[in-house]
Antibody, heavy 123, light 110 residues
Framework: QVQLQESGPGLVKPSQTLSLTCTVS??????????WSWIRQHPGKGLEWIGY???????YYNPSLKSRVSISVDTSKNQFSLRLSSVTAADTALYYC???????????????WGQGTLVTVSS | QSVLTQPPSASGTPGQRVSISCSGS????????VYWYQQLPGTAPKLLIY???ERPSGVPDRFSGSKSGTSASLAISGLRSEDESDYYC???????????FGGGTKLTVL
């Protein structure tokens, strides 16, 4: 069973960069047919896709966040990471990492999620 | 504001059947499969329905999904107290080249 675990600071100051890492266990991040993604959920709100990465390093970002987002992968550690720059209070949210399965019969979909980590932006 | 539209709340009594709708457009639901996730309080979303109407192993057959045109729905029959949860629909958006979600529906079992 694949498991994902987010880690990183729970408090970030405004204008600084939010950095989170997702560690994948129970499967290789280099396995074909998958992308690795970040999603966030503002308090009491719905889910927002941030971006995703293939183990080859190919990335795709939500256009609304593209100018501030960077996702990278470290296959040797079976991890992928999120960096979100110039954060404001509006970036306070629960951040999830998740696996996107890319099936033969259609576009990718999320099949496994981490537990999520709360990041608060405050001075 | 979410790309997909869901009612913010739904409710039912034990044993009842409830349905949750999800509305989109031709760039997302219209041409792609719909997925449903259950998010119990304080936990990560869990895949409930994939490819419009298929259930992963372990998901009871009380849960079913359907899709027609640019809308989809999740039905829960024989409602139980443990079904009280938030439910999200999701699909792929061809214009965005990425996944999109509904705003979520909070189901209350009365």
């Amino acid at each position: 069973q694949v498991q994902l675990q987010e880690s990183g600071p729970g408090l970030v100051k405004p204008s600084q960069t939010l950095s989170l890492t997702c560690t994948v266990s129970g499967g290789s991040i280099s396995s074909g047919g998958y992308y690795w993604s970040w999603i966030r959920q503002h308090p009491g709100k719905g889910l927002e896709w941030i971006g995703y990465i293939h183990y080859s390093g190919r990335t795709y970002y939500n256009p609304s966040l593209k100018s501030r987002v960077s996702i990278s992968v470290d296959t040797s550690k079976n991890q992928f990471s999120l960096r979100l720059s110039s954060v404001t209070a509006a970036d306070t949210a629960l951040y999830y990492c998740a696996r996107l399965q890319s099936p033969n019969w259609g576009p990718p979909y999320f099949d496994y999620w981490g537990q999520g980590t709360l990041v608060t932006v405050s001075s | 504001q979410s790309v997909l539209t869901q009612p913010p709340s739904a409710s039912g009594t034990p044993g009842q059947r409830v349905s949750i709708s999800c509305s989109g457009s031709s760039s997302n639901i219209g041409f792609n499969y719909v997925y449903w996730y259950q998010q119990l309080p304080g936990t990560a979303p869990k895949l409930l329905i994939y490819r419009n109407n298929e259930r992963p192993s372990g998901v009871p057959d009380r849960f079913s999904g359907s899709k027609s045109g640019t809308s989809a729905s999740l039905a829960i029959s024989g409602l139980r107290s443990e079904d009280e949860s938030d439910y999200y629909c999701a699909t792929w958006d061809d214009s965005l080249s990425g996944p999109v979600f509904g705003g979520g529906t909070k189901l209350t079992v009365l």
